[in-house]
């Protein structure tokens, strides 16, 4: 939608093709919470538009990283939902989207024969749950993650609780995250995990947190081993955005920021080639060093005595974050993720 939006205001006649009945997503995957560090002024002037009505300043964030417990600074991170609700960053942009004029075409999955017909230029944004990746031939590599969520007010909201240690397999990550009215809940799993008792222990910590969810869904997921902006398909070229493209952070696993930036760059590659090619790298340079660094994450020889050593204080710690963070595609505030403290 960002890239509509863009490409209405530049003189195109634009539609939308969606897969699903409304604006929102898929089902499985919504409604959903989600967390980012996100600079709103160099946002609105990139892209064009605010969307800073949209989200929630973090009251709370708090990392389980082994045997540390990090409690940062929430200052310049945000909370968003996604999903079909009135208040979500989708309907947010769907009404940006139809008040310059933007057409919707719902209930539009992008089928095979659809992908051999779409016209030169064609921007394909979506999630990488779509396995369009594999239809597209792009290097993916598979993941599952289940989800959760339950309309329920906390007094503590908004708040961001995120693990990254041993108690959900030490591969990839779980979270837990509330709106005002909305708690959701992540947990990411290798696909060859025996993930049966991570899954059953991180339900038991839910619990004890009074957070239970009545329904969990398990997702069956992807994502892209390298970027790529264009794609060639029966002699035409598509333009990718999104997660499908790469264009997202492999290792913290922030997606809302770089999908707003992907968006306005797709939207810039329709009116030239050249420039977008220019802008895509220039936001995706160093996204190498997250890819590698996600690969050696999951192989670090006793993991649960190197990664807490990298946060015995946070003066050492904050200089290894804000590597990081600069490698994440978008616009990020220089002082996300200052280290309160440590226990």
């Not at 509509?4 to 919470?33: D, R």
């Not at 908004?158 to 947990?187: K, M, N, Q």
Request: charged share 20%; hydrophobic share 40%.
């Amino acid at each position: 939608m960002t890239a509509a939006i863009n490409l209405v205001k530049s003189g195109y006649e634009v539609t939308v093709y969606e897969k699903e009945e409304k604006i929102g997503g898929l089902g499985l995957c919504t409604p959903s919470v989600h967390m980012t560090p996100l600079d709103f002024e160099k946002m609105k002037d990139y892209i064009g538009f605010d969307v800073k009505p949209c989200f929630l300043e973090l009251k709370r964030f708090t990392a389980y990283i082994y045997s540390k417990i990090v409690h940062f600074n929430p200052k310049y991170l945000f909370l968003t939902e996604r999903g079909f609700q009135k208040n979500s960053l989708d309907s947010y942009l769907f009404k940006l989207a139809q008040n310059v004029g933007v057409h919707f075409e719902f209930s539009h999955p992008l089928t095979s024969s659809m992908i051999n017909s779409i016209p030169n230029n064609s921007i394909i944004a979506v999630g990488t749950y779509s396995g369009l990746g594999r239809q597209l031939n792009l290097r993916c590599i598979p993941f599952v993650h289940f989800d959760g969520y339950r309309e329920m007010q906390r007094n503590d909201a908004p708040f961001c609780v995120a693990y990254f240690d041993s108690f959900i397999g030490g591969y990839r990550y779980a979270y837990i995250a509330a709106t005002d009215h909305l708690v959701f809940s992540e947990i990411d799993f290798d696909v060859h995990q025996s993930y049966k008792k991570y899954f059953t222990r991180f339900k038991k910590q839910l619990k004890e947190m009074n957070l239970e969810f009545p329904n969990w869904l398990l997702v069956k997921d992807y994502y892209p081993k390298q970027v790529a902006l264009l794609k060639k398909i029966h002699g035409k070229t598509v333009v990718l955005a999104g997660a499908i493209s790469g264009f997202h952070d492999p290792f913290f696993g922030f997606g809302v920021n770089s999908a707003l930036v992907s968006g306005k760059i797709a939207a810039m590659t329709v009116d030239s080639k050249k420039r977008g090619i220019q802008e895509f790298h220039r936001f995706t340079s160093e996204l190498g060093g997250l890819f590698i660094l996600s690969k050696l994450y999951n192989h670090i020889p006793l993991r649960h005595i190197v990664i807490p050593r990298l946060f015995r204080t946070a003066t050492t710690s904050i200089p290894l974050i804000g590597k990081n963070l600069r490698c994440i595609p978008g616009f990020t505030h220089e002082d996300c993720f200052r280290i309160l403290t440590i226990e």
